[in-house]
């Protein structure tokens, strides 16, 4: 009878035995949380403002420094700042000037108004969900003190007992904005999590001729002309620097969702008419984001801004259980955030262009140059004057056997030299070569990193590899390294030591993720001993480099109490890997392009050629890639072989100034039609060497002269007509159109490129 039972109401049972797991974990998870909260006395009393809401004010000047002038409203502690060069005047909040205030909620119309917005989380309510206030009508407190160059203003929003003090200066033809930590004050119960910063500042309403330029990929534009052809329904977009703010193992690793909320640069801009400005966080910018408003999201104004993230923030699962025979769990989600602040000032710095400079390849160069003169982008690798050749060889790949599942090699260590050897017998003789999977399939997901597979050849292919790049230069061999996740199958990995936990104290993972091991985030301080241990088995090698998979692509704090690391102590970390490996010797390849990355890397690979695609972008520009052109050598994401049409795949490389790519393998593609490669069904090298050929002899004969030069200029001269500029003035018209255009007297066929250089048409 019991056993009848049983089987009868089997589903039921294992589901509600899920389901009281789950309450159980979810209960587990919230005392953690509570653990970890923060707890104020609720003593506090709002003191009386000092400031007329109602009173608007007038703009005075703050400071003057060369072809800047900084004004300041104590009415209302807003700021412009005017170009005395083009007279353009830079607001921070909406007036009647731009933007209509009758007929707008209250909410809107503070917020248009605001020079600051701070989001916080109330403490004696647990389960609140977070609170936004707008300087605009929640701050009643405001004191300004008079700096060198600048004004500092603290900004009381008194019911809420947070006090903030934003500095305002004008340096080096720049305004720069500051947040000093030590002079963010909570006196109550509700603690500070993000601060937006001059959300309005340069917002025009769509009668303007310009653009929003925000970090969606390699660089995205949103165009005020275009707000009439957009859905009535479109969305803002929000990119949060280096990974996305929801610190979860799927949402990290999901393809898709990093694209479309990661950001690898903090950096955004805007073109009004005949100016244009271009911000980036230079103090703190692992910690910020970008938030952009197109018109039409609920005003007609096209406003973009950046957001600081002053405490980390995470989600608590809470379930519940509705009964009967379809027992099911349901759940919904909670926040609790960091009972500290995280550290550092911050610091925003605008620059303020116009003229030639005023689109987004004046935006470029000024981030090019920020970058050059904070040391994080120098002069690498790049072999000027002659198109270089980028592969990636997979190595190897597990397929499924009767018992066990078997390693089939692909592309041997041998097999290599063969590759490159023949195309070099084609003149292609300059080649960045990416070794895949050279560990072995599963091993090196794992985050193994040693020894070589036996069989690609074992050490002694490896040593032979080794000799092979010694005495063929030009030929750059990486191979490819992971540390920056395990699993439960990681060899000498502490699933409670060496991996990364939130601040819940609950492991960043992803259970049964694939092949059924659970998955994590390691450690940086483990991945610092391992990288070292991996330099230090490479040192029979000296010839052969070393390419970082996720070091250019993910860095999340971690709370692990065996060694905690703020997200600013992880970039830290992983740049020490990149900067040890170039010490030892090694040119230091990264797949990834967040900015740590640059300063270290020669080699910066799959970098992404479009935006991700939302609604509210009208076009995807190289602006990453014009920024390192000339500096580091790089290769876009769209590989040739695996392109629908390989034609418009090169005319890409062309707009973006990439090395030509390709994923080959010598055994057939149809090895991998049982495993996790099984996307790449065309990478057989007899196949496609005799495109690869062509394609590279066509692109070092018309290009290859200009080829290590900066990309100083792109402009987007109609549908499907783009035009890049080389510093030496060198131009390239590129067609996408399947017709052939006529553009200032330069005949460009349907689908190809012209190169015009002092006249000359190749």
Request: with cysteine.
């Amino acid at each position: 009878m019991i056993k009848e039972f049983i089987k009868k109401r089997l589903g039921t049972i294992i589901v509600a035995v899920l389901a009281l797991g789950l309450v159980a974990w979810g209960a587990v998870s919230i005392q953690k949380a509570r653990q970890n909260a923060i707890t104020f006395d609720n003593t506090y009393q709002a003191p009386e403002g000092n400031r007329d809401l109602g009173d608007t004010g007038s703009y005075v000047s703050a400071a003057k420094n060369g072809s800047l002038e900084l004004l300041y409203n104590e009415a209302n502690g807003a700021i412009q700042v005017r170009n005395l060069e083009s007279g353009y005047l830079w607001k921070s909040i909406a007036d009647g000037e731009i933007l209509d205030m009758e007929g707008l909620n209250p909410q809107w119309s503070a917020y248009a108004q605001s020079p600051i917005t701070i989001t916080y989380n109330d403490l004696a309510k647990r389960d609140a969900s977070p609170a936004t206030r707008y300087a605009g009508k929640d701050c009643t407190w405001l004191e300004a003190k008079s700096l060198d160059q600048g004004v500092a203003v603290t900004y009381g929003f008194l019911a809420a007992g947070i006090y903030v003090t934003v500095e305002y200066t004008l340096e080096d033809g720049q305004l720069v904005v500051r947040v000093p930590m030590d002079q963010i004050r909570e006196e109550s119960t509700f603690a500070l999590t993000t601060l937006e910063v001059l959300p309005f500042l340069g917002a025009a309403g769509n009668d303007v001729d310009g653009y929003l330029f925000y970090p969606d990929g390699s660089g995205a534009i949103t165009t005020y002309a275009n707000s009439t052809e957009r859905s009535s329904n479109v969305k803002s977009a929000s990119y949060y620097t280096y990974t996305n703010r929801n610190v979860d193992f799927m949402t990290l690793y999901n393809g898709d969702s990093y694209d479309r909320y990661t950001a690898a640069m903090p950096v955004y801009g805007i073109k009004n008419d005949g100016d244009a400005l271009f911000g980036i966080v230079t103090q703190g910018a692992q910690d910020s984001g970008v938030s952009v408003y197109p018109s039409g999201i609920v005003i007609d104004l096209n406003h973009i801004g950046f957001q600081l993230y002053i405490r980390n923030v995470f989600t608590v699962n809470m379930f519940n259980i509705s009964g009967d025979d379809e027992t099911v769990v349901t759940g919904t989600a909670i926040q609790r955030v960091d009972r500290n602040m995280i550290p550092g000032d911050r610091e925003i710095r605008y620059y303020l262009l116009t003229g030639e400079d005023a689109d987004y390849s004046g935006m470029a160069r000024a981030y090019r140059e920020y970058l050059t003169q904070t040391g994080q982008l120098a002069d690498r690798e790049v072999v000027s004057g002659e198109m270089p050749m980028t592969l990636e060889l997979l190595m190897g790949v597990n397929q499924p056997g009767i018992l066990f599942d078997e390693y089939v090699p692909m592309t041997t260590f041998e097999e290599t030299e063969e590759i490159l050897d023949s195309l070099r017998e084609q003149g292609i003789r300059n080649t960045r070569t990416l070794l895949r999977s050279w560990v072995s399939a599963d091993s090196e997901a794992d985050g193994e990193y040693w020894p070589p597979a036996g069989g690609l050849g074992g050490k002694r292919g490896l040593a032979g590899l080794n000799d092979y790049a010694a005495s063929n230069p030009g030929t750059k061999l990486y191979l490819e390294a992971q540390f920056t996740s395990v699993t439960s199958d990681t060899k000498g990995i502490s699933e409670t030591a060496d991996v990364v936990y939130n601040g819940l104290n609950t492991e960043v993972s992803a259970a049964n993720y694939n092949s059924g091991k659970n998955w994590y985030f390691l450690n940086p301080g483990s991945a610092l001993e391992r990288s070292a241990d991996f330099l230090d088995k490479l040192g029979k090698y000296p010839n052969l480099n070393v390419a970082y998979q996720g070091l250019g692509m993910y860095a999340i704090p971690d709370y692990n109490d065996n060694a905690p690391y703020t997200k600013a102590e992880t970039v830290e970390a992983m740049r020490r890997i990149l900067s040890d490996t170039a010490q030892s010797g090694r040119s230091v390849g990264v797949i990834g392009a967040n900015q740590y990355a640059y300063g270290c890397s020669d080699y910066l690979c799959q970098l992404r050629e479009n935006s991700y695609g939302l609604a509210i972008t009208d076009y995807a520009v190289p602006f990453l890639e014009m920024a390192l052109s000339g500096k580091v050598a790089y290769a876009t994401d769209g590989a040739g072989n695996l392109a629908s049409d390989l034609q418009e795949q090169k005319l890409k490389w062309v707009e973006y100034g990439s090395m030509p790519y390709f994923i080959l393998t010598s055994e057939s593609a149809q090895e991998l039609r049982e495993s996790d490669y099984a996307w790449l069904f065309s990478s057989t090298f007899a196949d496609w060497k005799d495109r690869v050929t062509e394609v590279w002899q066509e692109m070092e004969g018309r290009l290859g002269r200009v080829y290590g030069q900066q990309i100083t200029e792109h402009e987007i001269l109609g549908q499907d007509l783009v035009r890049i500029t080389y510093a030496d003035g060198t131009q390239v018209y590129i067609n996408y159109a399947r017709e052939e255009r006529i553009e200032q007297g330069v005949l460009i066929p349907g689908q190809d490129y012209v190169v015009v250089e002092g006249g000359n048409r190749k």
